[in-house]
């Protein structure tokens, strides 16, 4: 069972915006702007997308954008193209972890959500 | 440009451990913590430590404490995470990857667990 919520999968069609939520509680997303997510192809080690909860890496497409609301953090795709079929992973710095406190703080992720391009 | 490069797969019998490398290049080694994440055959990511590559202080997820390792070789530019007691539900690729937000990824190693 992961820390983080995510929808297991959500599709949409080429030029369409997607949304994928990321739920937490207050002692992760909810008290720290540092969610990041991955967009991860089979085979593929997973790829910095967004993180601290908005910010772009250098060469990722403005079509990614990121946001949060209290203890949900979202993923928004816009103009959605065939390449951006993936499998979807939201991360998060936790103070408490599902296996209990990490000294030095921890990370817990969500489940993945596989996003399929009709 | 950043890069970590892994030490290759490996098969492992039950109750072994498994020691994997992670070198790194094109940035200042001990700038930046390295983590370990897994990833089981066909399941999500799973966090399992982090380490400061300066100070060699560690973090791990409870459910590794007392089988996991993470040390590094600041003179080769080069971390480790070591596993032991090996059960099958321990197969599953492993990544290095630096910083909190995981800006750069290792390619990963296979670490196969079979009698």
């Known amino acids: 069972q992961s820390a983080l919520t995510q929808p297991a999968s959500v599709s949409g069609s080429p030029g369409q915006s997607i949304t994928i939520s990321c739920s937490g509680i207050s002692s992760d997303v909810g008290s720290y702007n540092l969610v990041s997510w991955y967009q991860q192809h089979p085979g593929k080690a997973p790829k910095l997308m967004i993180y601290?909860?908005?910010k772009r890496p250098s060469g990722v497409s403005n079509r990614f954008s990121g946001s949060k609301s209290a203890n949900t953090a979202s993923l928004t795709i816009s103009g959605l193209q065939a390449e951006d079929e993936a499998d979807y992973y939201c991360c998060s710095y936790a103070t408490s972890t599902p296996s209990g406190v990490v000294f030095g703080g921890g990370v817990v992720f969500g489940g993945g959500t596989r996003l399929t391009v009709l | 440009q950043v890069q970590l490069v892994q030490s290759g797969a490996e098969v492992k019998k039950p109750g072994a451990s498994v020691k994997v490398s992670c070198k790194a290049s094109?940035?200042?080694?001990?700038?930046?913590?390295i983590n370990w994440v897994r990833q089981a055959p066909g399941q999500g990511l799973e966090w399992m430590g982090w380490m400061n590559p300066n100070s060699g202080k560690t973090g791990y997820a409870q459910k590794f404490q007392g089988r996991v390792t993470m040390t590094r070789s600041t003179s080769i530019s080069t971390a480790y995470m070591e596993l032991s007691s090996l059960t099958s539900d321990d197969t599953a690729v492993y990544y290095c990857a630096r910083t909190i937000d995981f800006d750069h990824w290792g390619q990963g190693t296979l670490v196969t667990v079979s009698s």
């Open positions: 601290e909860g908005s």
């Open positions: 094109g940035y200042t080694f001990t700038s930046y913590d």
